[in-house]
């Protein structure tokens, strides 16, 4: 099940006045069913926990380290504070550094209710307007879901060997990581033979979001229980302290929500309609374009 | 190659109006909905489910050091009740104060602060975790509930242990009230608390008694307790949720 088998070789030849360009196209079927379900239960999950989160947050918009939050010294915080002309502005601080950011963090305006002290806009809170309890309902919800699907991912990943064959480098694209990055920079994407892999750079981001991010914002995010910290303990201690994890559940989800927006933008650059294929129905497309005459093609 | 520029811009138009739909604050309509709110309160019974009925419900909530203590330990809720009958007690420092135990009990029985310090006590330093997300660390002496309960004698019918406040909240009609499943009111952690960093219970925090339920989060810990009731059910009180906050939407199994 799953992997890059190639299945279907389609050649075509399309003749010009004078630039003959033969153009083989192979389909490989890259994605399982199990991936491409999990991925999108995924995608819906992870938006409506970042929004809901971020409604949450809003509660006490501020982070601390430790067991306890240090009301006087957060290492980010985001309020509103009379400015020089005596309005109100929206200072977010961080590490006791304060920054302007009216509009958008500290301060913003409701629709139908007005400008508020809020900590994130209403457009990326869930519900938008200030409502912890209808907040923290979306959350524990979705994250259900989002935890029992990951295992069905891992679980099913690892059983199948999908991590192992079509995640984990080889030694020698970790050799050329340097070539990848260079590619990368100059907008370049793998054709041909080297497209039926990931290459180093994708195998190791989603690695990292998979092995490494999801679990330890579930994680951060279940210490944050009082409950299950007196059948835990040793999770608070692993992560600094409750306080401590809530600051690094909100760093995994910034760190997630960077992740969303590279994968975006790659999968619009190097082909919206085969990437959102392949997610979809499994099959991918690989171009070999072979020059017969010359270099235009 | 037009063709393909043209899938591309639908493909972003496709993306950004998903994105946007996602985006535009459609959802407090959605949250409004009963149905909505019916399916996303299943999460709330799996919690429960999994926290009460399979994870081992006996265990300690973490306790700390001296060291640990919050230099600034928040009160949050109310902080200093102006309702007239409360006013009385405190400006007599709660000497005619009395907390009144009923209910499904063998004997109900009315205590005086003297009389809860003569009873067995125990003091906890713990952390307080507020569903809004802070915590501060304080050190908390009183009398066990359980001692209270087992002295007078709680009857078979009996589920769970109703606290009745001092203090009316911000729209003026409720007082403050609290409910507690009877496995944590036999809870060693759980406790009423007359004592807060070695001093008598501020106001702020709920002075002359305010409850102690470690491994749930801040509401449950109802302060200025005046009155304990066993019950068999909470249908009737209030909004019949179990508790003040409850009554607005939060969770009665306040744990995560």
């Known amino acids: 099940m799953g992997g890059f088998q190639s299945d279907v070789e389609v050649v075509r030849q399309r003749s010009a006045p004078k630039v003959q360009v033969a153009q083989r196209l192979s389909w490989i079927f890259r994605h399982s069913a199990i991936v491409r379900v999990t991925h999108w239960i995924n995608f819906l999950c992870l938006a409506v926990l970042l929004m809901s989160g971020l409604q949450i947050f809003n509660a006490h918009s501020a982070l601390y380290w430790g067991q306890e939050s240090d009301f006087q010294h957060p290492l980010l915080a985001m309020h509103a504070s009379p400015g020089q002309h005596g309005s109100l502005r929206g200072i977010t601080t961080i590490l006791d550094h304060d920054f302007d950011t009216t509009g958008v963090l500290g301060l913003s305006y409701v629709p139908g209710v007005g400008v508020r002290e809020r900590g994130f806009p209403a457009w990326v809170t869930l519900p938008g307007m200030q409502w912890l309890a209808m907040g923290r309902r979306w959350h524990f919800f979705f994250a259900w879901i989002f935890v029992v699907n990951g295992l069905v991912y891992l679980t099913s990943g690892l059983a199948s060997g999908h991590f192992h064959r079509d995640l984990l480098p080889t030694g020698e694209q970790l050799r050329h990581i340097g070539g990848a990055i260079w590619d990368h920079l100059r907008l370049r994407f793998p054709k041909g033979e080297e497209a039926r892999r990931y290459n180093v750079l994708q195998k190791l981001a989603y690695l990292g979001v998979v092995l490494l991010i999801l679990p330890c914002i579930a994680l951060a995010g279940m210490t944050m229980s009082p409950n299950l910290d007196s059948i835990a303990p040793q999770l608070v201690i692993l992560f600094g302290g409750r306080q401590s994890a809530r600051t690094i559940h909100f760093l995994c989800a910034a760190v997630l929500l960077i992740f969303l927006l590279v994968h975006v933008v790659m999968v619009l650059l190097s082909g919206v309609w085969n990437n959102m294929r392949s997610m979809t129905t499994g099959w991918y497309r690989i171009e070999h374009t072979e020059d017969i005459n010359d270099g235009t093609a | ?256």
């Open chain 2, 1 to 256: 190659m037009t063709e393909r520029l043209d899938r591309r811009g639908f493909g972003l138009r496709l993306t950004t109006g998903l994105a946007s739909l996602l985006l535009s604050g459609c959802g407090d309509e959605v949250s409004e909905r009963p149905w909505v709110r019916h399916l996303l309160d299943k999460a709330e019974d799996l919690n429960y489910w999994l926290q009460r009925r399979v994870l081992p419900h006996n265990a300690l909530a973490p306790e700390y050091d001296e060291a640990d203590l919050s230099p600034q330990f928040r009160a949050n809720g109310s902080t200093d009740p102006d309702d007239e009958d409360y006013r009385r007690l405190a400006d007599n420092d709660f000497a005619d104060w009395r907390l009144t135990v009923g209910g499904l009990v063998e004997r109900a029985e009315r205590f005086s602060l003297v009389d809860l310090r003569a009873l067995p006590s125990r003091t906890q330093i713990t952390r307080h975790d507020c569903v809004e997300g802070w915590s501060c660390i304080g050190k908390w002496t009183g009398t066990p509930l359980a001692a209270l309960l087992q002295r007078v004698g709680v009857r078979p019918q009996a589920r769970f242990v109703m606290f009745h406040c001092a203090d009316t909240m911000e729209d003026g009609t409720d007082r403050y009230y609290e409910s507690i499943g009877l496995d944590d009111a036999f809870h060693p952690q759980t406790i009423l608390a007359y004592d807060m960093n070695g001093a008598a219970l501020p106001v702020a925090h709920g002075a002359p008694l305010r409850l102690r339920v470690e491994r749930q989060l801040g509401y449950k810990m109802a302060k200025y307790v005046m009155a304990i009731e066993l019950i068999e059910s909470f249908s009737h009180i209030g909004r019949g949720r179990g508790g003040f906050w409850e009554d607005r939407g939060y969770e009665w199994y306040a744990g995560i």
